[in-house]
């Protein structure tokens, strides 16, 4: 398997973690953006996404709604297959793992993630699918093993 991280094909996406590597991680004043890579489930590729955070305790609250899509985001199964990934938060690169939210957790955590990302209640009422929330919680910086 290849070491090299594929970013993402969208052209938004590929757009925003250029800028997330030109502004050193602070690509949209005010919004938490992180990186966040995976392993692809099929190719077994390292894959590349930039995402809006919130935190809870020691996790960064990611939320897979692939813009209100009727499917999952590719990056929500990849780690759902290989839970073990890197975050991108600023300059500093963790290894972390991953695992979505129970339903108590998603409902603690909904008006958090709706508050910093309002979007995201128009994205969970054009879907009748659940919009998962997932849980990264960093095990170690990547570069101190």
Not at 37 to 47: D, E, I
Not at 117 to 134: D, G, H, K
């Amino acid at each position: 398997m290849s070491d090299t991280v594929h970013d993402s094909p969208a052209p938004w996406v590929a757009d925003h973690i250029r800028r997330f590597e030109e502004t050193g991680g602070r690509p949209r004043p005010g919004v938490a953006d992180l990186l966040l890579t995976t392993r692809g489930r099929r190719s077994g590729l390292l894959r590349r996404t930039a995402l809006a955070y919130v935190r809870s305790g020691e996790a960064y609250v990611l939320t897979a709604s692939n813009a209100g899509a009727d499917r999952h985001p590719a990056w929500y199964l990849n780690l759902l297959a290989d839970p073990d990934v890197t975050l991108h938060v600023g300059t500093d690169t963790l290894r972390a793992t991953a695992r979505p939210a129970t339903a108590e957790e998603a409902a603690r955590l909904w008006p958090a993630v709706v508050a910093s990302m309002p979007s995201y209640a128009a994205y969970r009422s054009a879907t009748t699918r659940e919009i998962p929330l997932v849980l990264v919680t960093p095990t170690k910086h990547a570069d101190h093993p």
